[in-house]
């Protein structure tokens, strides 16, 4: 609801179970209303947020640590809409080392 109002980032880390995102959701907001700009106003409406759209900077950024075929099987059916959503694929070899993003 902050991230909505308010023009933040909402990162939600799937890891690597790709939950059903529904479940995250409660029941009033149906979570591909906030995966769709077009259903903007109804997850504002759902959440209290005032206005008919979220704050200038919002957005939504789902994270999942998935090997490429189980994530192109699972995905579409936790993520509603995930067919309409923009998507980047990162092979884990092609990252620095993990004690090099810590310096």
């Known amino acids: 609801k902050g991230a909505l109002s308010g023009g933040r980032r909402l990162v939600v880390n799937l890891g ?3 939950v059903d995102l529904a479940r995250l ?8 209303a906030l995966m769709d ?3 903007a106003a109804e997850a504002c409406q ?3 947020v005032g206005g008919d759209a979220p704050a200038r900077g919002f957005h939504i950024v789902l994270l999942a640590e998935l090997p490429r075929k189980r994530a ?3 995905l579409p059916q936790r993520v509603r809409g995930f ?3 923009a998507t980047l694929l990162l092979d884990e ?3 620095p ?3 090099a993003l810590q310096e």
């Open 16 to 18: 690597d179970a790709a």
């Open 25 to 32: 959701c409660a029941a009033s907001l149906p979570a591909e």
């Open 37 to 39: 700009f077009e259903r």
């Open 46 to 48: 759902a959440l209290g």
């Open 72 to 74: 192109e099987r699972l």
């Open 83 to 85: 067919a309409e959503l």
């Open 93 to 95: 070899r092609s990252l």
């Open 97 to 99: 080392a993990a004690d």
